[in-house]
């Protein structure tokens, strides 16, 4: 009945804040009666047509979402995430530079820490501000007009910040790319991060001297900055969150596939194997040692990384403490499973359920797009 009495869109943000106020009391008794709590919630809601989370409520959905990333294979940890609340931050001005406070507080000059920074979230009245880059730290793809240089997945989008006015980094294979914030009721614009906001580790192999001169590195921090953040139906489209790398993603993925870095063929004449034929295996080879210099080369600088043989047991780990709390954790075995070496690990040899919850972390079509630099003028 109650239901009847609210415009359609304000009856959805009901229904899922009661969900989630509901999930939120029943796993935090000390925040008292869900009832009280309920009644506020209707009346913003009637009134206004969303309403405003609680600092402790902010918190717990951002942990739950993280929780719930079917994904994410890093989620033991997911209680301990750190949340930055921002929400009253609307400018890009404001924005761009919390992003480059979130970099040096989660960094931690490279003791990792999972951190999550929360912008002003969508009204009924207006959309609210997003991030346009897919990370807050990507490094420029350069197109043959400019010798294909960097990294090829982010060449739609340096072209379209070079469109808004971007002159171009330096021309190197890891230029940084500026980020790419829009504002409340304004138009993307492009801030250069501060380099003491970034830091980076120089990858060498553990053993000589194979590839020192080809200067190739990585950024420490991962932090996605294009995703919403849904929590009891108020959206959250700025959002950005880190946690720490796990060396597979650089090592094989972005090193290593063909339309990324494409460094396997590289590495392979460097380590003096045999490439006549796929049968000698040198791919697999080289995947090897170029994993053992991301891992070798971050702990060389201190910086927190994870390798997949413990990152899968700690998913283990997981997914037995959150049984033991009567919960199920939903998981994609084609995302959880290391890229490399996968029956070598524990998370390979069973299934999962599939079931996506809320809380969670979304990605939209128009974040993709906006990715992609397509609509970036
Ligand atoms: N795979 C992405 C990258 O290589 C990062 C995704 C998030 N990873 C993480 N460890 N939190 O940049």
Not at 78 to 90: A, F, K
Not at 215 to 244: D, K, Q, T
Not at 280 to 293: G, H, I, Y
Not at 365 to 370: F, G, I, L, T, V
């Amino acid at each position: 009945m109650e239901i009847l009495q609210l415009r359609s869109t304000a009856a959805h943000v009901w229904t899922a804040a009661k969900e989630f106020i509901r999930l939120h009391h029943r796993e935090n008794p000390e925040a008292g009666d869900p009832y009280d709590r309920l009644a506020v919630v209707w009346k913003e809601i009637e009134e206004t047509g969303t309403y405003r989370h609680t600092p402790q409520e902010l918190v717990h959905g951002a942990r739950v979402a993280w929780r719930n990333s079917n994904r994410c294979i890093g989620r033991l940890y997911w209680n301990s995430l750190r949340v930055r609340d921002h929400r009253d931050l609307t400018g890009a001005d404001d924005i761009a530079a919390q992003c480059a406070e979130h970099l040096r507080e989660a960094t931690n000059d490279g003791r990792v820490r999972p951190t999550i920074t929360v912008f002003a979230p969508d009204t009924p009245d207006r959309p609210g501000p997003v991030i346009w880059n897919e990370q807050l730290i990507r490094y420029a793809g350069y197109g043959p007009e400019h010798g294909m240089q960097g990294d090829p997945r982010n060449r739609g989008f340096t072209e379209g910040v070079r469109r808004l006015g971007w002159p171009g980094g330096p021309g190197t294979p890891f230029d940084v790319l500026p980020l790419v914030v829009q504002g409340c009721d304004d138009k993307p614009r492009w801030f250069e991060l501060p380099p003491d906001a970034v830091l980076e580790v120089p990858i060498e192999h553990p053993e000589g001297d194979h590839w020192r001169d080809l200067g190739l590195r990585w950024h420490a921090v991962p932090a996605i900055s294009n995703m919403c953040l849904e929590i009891g139906g108020v959206r959250y489209s700025a959002a950005p969150f880190n946690g720490w790398y796990m060396g597979t993603e650089i090592g094989a993925r972005n090193l290593g596939d063909t339309d990324r870095y494409n460094l396997l063929p590289t590495v392979a004449r460097r380590l003096g194997l045999d490439t006549s034929s796929d049968r000698t295996l040198w791919k697999d080879r080289s995947l090897v040692e170029l994993n053992r210099a991301v891992l070798h080369s971050f702990d060389r600088d201190g910086v927190t990384i994870t390798d997949h043989h413990t990152e899968s047991r700690r998913f283990l780990t997981h997914l037995d403490r959150e049984e033991q709390k009567g919960r199920t954790v939903g998981a994609d075995w084609s995302w959880i499973v290391p890229p490399i070496s996968g029956s070598a690990t524990p998370v390979f040899h069973r299934t999962y359920d599939t079931t996506e919850s809320s809380p969670a972390y979304v990605q939209s079509p128009e974040a993709q797009a906006r990715a992609q630099g397509t609509d970036l003028v």
